[in-house]
């Protein structure tokens, strides 16, 4: 799962900077659905089994968490997320994390879109 969350992020860097129309939600989604999977290994064999299965509410929570840092969207990726997993009943975890990943990446960089309009 980290070999799979790198290439991502390095192919995604690559194209970004390039005339590639690959688009930034493909690659922000796969590298996030990474990192909550790489999480919930972790979490899942240290001994903090809350199911007797693997829950997917780390991979969902890292996509959009990752898109909303990414992009600085908030409102929109949530309702973006809920309906493309079909799962309404995490709505209240992921407007924290979402909330809390686009404060965390506000403090650091601008966003991607903010960095083209100055670039121009």
Known sequence: MVT???FWFFFSIMTYGSAVPSGVFLSAILVGLSVGQIYENIRYEIGIKI?????PLPLILGAAC???SYTRL??????LM??????FNLAVPMIIAVFTSHCVSECFTNSIFERELRAE
């Open 82 to 87: 809920l309906e493309c997993s079909d799962s």
């Open 74 to 79: 908030s409102y929109s990726i949530i309702v």
């Open 4 to 6: 799979f969350g790198c």
């Open 51 to 55: 199911a007797a299965v693997h829950t």
């Open 66 to 68: 990752m898109m909303s």
